[in-house]
């Protein structure tokens, strides 16, 4: 069964310094892996998505993520942290096309100024 | 993107009554929707997944006389919780899975409250 494990319910970062959530996966076949944004009363935004190809995903907003095989990794990074992007982040996974989406928990990123 | 719309954004309703939650996918047809709930602070979960003409797929723990799905077109699938109770109040997210972008799109969500 897949699932993801999001380490760190709350990260706190200085606006202008690197943002870095992380996620680990556990799959038994190669996952598709996605991390979504979600701003207060909303619904979810995808950030980004691993599909196989290209390991270092690059997305929206500055954000990227760099799948690692080895390490079953899938963490978030921004080098520098603006005011707008304190949001709660979730990781996901999906193990086929149309599958259902397994989520983590999900981190609470807070921007200081 | 893709947009997926949701009514109400919000519902107030009386325990006891009935509440129907609608999610469109606006721009293109969607064969498969996805129903999730969200408590404050955690995470989603999926409570069913809905096809296009046929049952929806219930997850383990949720109960399908409870919560009705209904995907009567390629374009809207509803919720509808039925003699809601406190219990019920959540955030209520649908998604709808786009085969050409190979992702689902989300809608806004419904905040049901029950009194």
């Known amino acids: 069964a897949q699932s993801v494990t999001q380490l760190g319910s709350h990260v706190s970062v200085s606006e202008g310094a690197l943002v870095l959530l992380r996620c680990n996966y556990s799959?038994?076949?190669?996952?598709?892996l996605f991390w979504y944004v979600q701003y207060p009363n909303q619904g979810l935004q995808l950030l980004l998505k691993?599909?196989?190809?290209?390991?270092l995903v690059k997305g929206i907003n500055g954000f990227e993520a760099e799948f690692k095989k080895s390490e079953t990794s899938f963490h978030l990074t921004k080098p520098s942290a603006h005011m707008s992007d304190a949001a709660e982040y979730f990781c996901?996974?999906?193990?086929?096309?149309?599958?259902?989406?397994?989520f983590g928990q999900g981190t609470e990123l807070s921007v200081k100024p | 993107g893709a947009v997926v719309s949701q009514h109400p954004s919000r519902v107030i309703c009386k325990s006891g009554t009935s509440v129907k939650i609608e999610c469109r996918s606006l721009?293109?047809?969607?064969?498969?929707m996805f129903w999730y709930r969200q408590f404050p602070k955690q995470s989603l979960m999926l409570m069913a997944t809905?096809?296009?003409?046929?049952?929806?797929?219930?997850e383990q723990g949720v109960e399908k006389d409870k919560f009705l799905i209904n995907h009567a077109s390629l374009t809207l699938s509803t919720l509808t919780v039925t003699s809601a109770h406190p219990e019920d109040s959540s955030f209520y997210i649908c998604?709808?899975?786009?085969?050409?972008?190979?992702?689902?799109?989300f809608g806004p969500g419904t905040r049901l409250t029950v009194l």
């Open positions: 691993y599909t196989s190809a290209a390991t």
């Open positions: 809905s096809n296009e003409g046929s049952k929806a797929t219930y």
């Open positions: 998604s709808a899975w786009r085969g050409s972008y190979n992702e689902q799109f």
């Open positions: 721009d293109f047809q969607a064969t498969t």
């Open positions: 996901a996974v999906r193990n086929n096309q149309g599958g259902k989406l397994i």
């Open positions: 799959s038994s076949v190669p996952p598709y």
